[in-house]
């Protein structure tokens, strides 16, 4: 009995030793994790694509087939909430295209791309790549600008981009390469188009008390609407006693620097390319342009924001071609 119980203390010794020296073999061949991305690009279903920072949403693309237009939305801020809104607060039938941040004409070789009553499709054709890091994250999408009668004007290649800043805050970039596709297409003379931002409620001036400021000093629509500036910023409330809002920048490399901006006090703003006279793009010569949207928290001074602007426009061209 005594040599059994010893054999079997042996075995099972045995057995245990070959287990641990297993397991740590085992351990020195599996492979080490890679660091995971602080910024990502996460597709979703229904042609969506979520831009996030440690796993929680910033924006969101939106490209479905059944849309007028590509566009951003929720555009989230560091309290959590979104800072821009889907429409006009009191006239969304009419303001049906006012889609959070997009990007839109009003006048295409005389085709109305900008409102959802007007006859041109902005036409989602394919992502063409996601990228992810610690300090930012993209996804490049090309895009066809077609009309009423199905025939493409301009082949666009857009790149969007999010950049990690302190404190809850973020920039998102959006690079475009227009190309004409069959002959010269000329961008009509009008303040709508190419950017547009419609903020949400509570930071608008007449429904929030919010504050519309540029870079020349100039405050509220009565001093800024249509004037030209390098950057136009709309704050306000977000919840009760929290204050964020978006700048939007212009870049010098766009070819009308510095823009006109088109804002109002009911909640929107945007840059307009071809305020001051039409534009023509060629098949010889494709028009390049660059926006950015800081997304901060407080009423941020104008020093604050011109520093962010100076940052931005340091940031290299992407390659969208």
Known sequence: MRVELF???????????SAAVSSTVAAQEAPKPKP??????????????SFQ????????????????????????????????????????????????????????????????GGKGKIRHKRIVEFEDSD???SLVAENEWVNN????????????????????????????VFKAN??????????????????AK??????????????????????????????VDYSGAITNGKIEGITLFDH??????????????DGWMGASLTFDGPREIRLDMPLHLRYGLYVHSDMKSSEAIEAEWRRFIKIPPANSE
């Open 53 to 116: 920072r440690d796993g929680v949403e910033l924006t969101r693309y939106h490209f479905g087939p059944g849309l007028h237009r590509p566009f951003l939305f929720p555009f989230i801020g560091p309290s959590g909430r979104s800072l821009t809104r889907m429409g006009h607060p009191h006239d969304p039938e009419s303001h049906s295209h006012h889609n959070s941040v997009w990007i839109s004409h009003h006048d295409v070789n005389g085709t109305n791309f900008w409102s959802d």
């Open 252 to 265: 010098p490399d766009n070819p009308n620097f510095p823009s006109n901006f088109h804002v109002r006090n």
């Open 7 to 17: 054999i079997r203390q042996v075995i099972a010794t045995v057995m245990c030793i």
């Open 202 to 231: 509570t930071i608008g001036v007449n429904d929030g008390g919010g504050k519309i400021r540029n870079s020349e000093a100039a405050v509220n629509e009565k001093e800024v609407f249509w004037k030209k500036a390098r950057w």
């Open 149 to 176: 009668d199905g025939k493409i004007m301009l082949l666009e290649t857009r790149r969007v981009t999010a950049y990690l800043l302190t404190n809850g805050e973020w920039l998102l970039t959006i690079d475009m």
């Open 135 to 137: 300090e930012h994250a």
């Open 36 to 49: 995971v991305p602080r910024l990502q690009v996460i597709p979703m279903p229904y042609d969506q694509a």
């Open 182 to 199: 069959n002959g010269t297409v000329t961008l009509g003379k009008t303040p709508f188009g190419m950017i547009g931002v419609r903020m």
